[in-house]
């Protein structure tokens, strides 16, 4: 099993550019997250997909955008770059509460920079 | 709602001696508490976790103790090798009204170094 995957790897954006951060997952987890990881911050969450078909907004959502498109795939868009959102991006993944699953499975990031 | 509060932000050791980072948490209802190592260009990865029904739990070189009343909880590494030098994080649920949503929120991180 790949566990959790991301692309890409890295990206350098202009300010006011768009992209899509893409992330899949083979463990058939009900549960995927976006986190943002900002020297001194810790994680912090952007947006979560409980179960396939369902988005809610976490701590940071402000410029961000997600769609979980099946159960293995969950994307995070920024419609605008701002230079704000220069940070390393990981998804993660969880078999969810009801199925008694609570263990976060990360990707290996996307370091992203907005010029 | 929840916070959580993680120090040291940088602990250096020597080679064989132990390593104790902290972590305060707010919400008297948290009930999950993971641990969360954290190599150089790689995402966080789980190395223990303990739940609210137990005070310690042990893996080989690795402890977690919770201490309820007083809302906190420790990671301790004994015989520190130089592979654990990593960025540690401690997390605690965050909760949604009543509901358990299975959200995690995260300490600052700490950044061990283990000196050979």
């Known amino acids: 099993n790949a566990g959790v995957t991301q692309t890409p790897k890295f990206q350098v954006l202009k300010t006011g550019q768009s992209m899509t951060l893409q992330c899949a997952q083979d463990?058939?987890?009900?549960?995927m997250y976006w986190y943002r990881q900002d020297p001194g911050m810790g994680l912090r969450l952007i947006y979560y997909s409980a179960s396939e078909g369902t988005t809610d907004k976490g701590e940071v959502p402000n410029g961000y955008n997600v769609s979980r498109l099946n159960k293995r795939e969950f994307s995070l868009r920024l419609e605008s770059a701002a230079p704000s959102q220069t940070s390393v991006y990981f998804c993660a993944s969880s078999e969810g509460v009801t199925s008694g699953g609570r263990t976060q499975y990360f990707g290996p990031g996307t370091r992203l920079t907005v010029l | 709602g929840e916070n959580v509060e993680q120090h040291p932000s940088t602990l250096s050791v020597q080679e064989g001696d132990s390593a104790v980072i902290k972590c305060t948490y707010s919400d008297s209802a948290s009930n999950y508490f993971p641990w969360y190592k954290q190599e150089l260009g790689k995402g966080p990865q789980l190395i223990i976790d303990i739940r609210s029904n137990v005070g310690e739990k042990k893996d080989q070189r690795i402890a977690v103790t919770l201490n309820k009343t007083a809302k906190h909880f420790s990671l301790h590494i004994t015989e520190t090798q130089p592979e654990d030098s990593a960025v540690y994080f401690c997390?605690?649920?965050?909760?949604?009204?009543?509901?358990?949503?299975?959200?995690?929120?995260f300490g600052q991180g700490t950044t061990l170094q283990v000196k050979p």
């Open positions: 997390a605690a649920p965050r909760p949604h009204g009543s509901s358990n949503t299975g959200k995690l929120i």
């Open positions: 463990m058939n987890h009900n549960s």
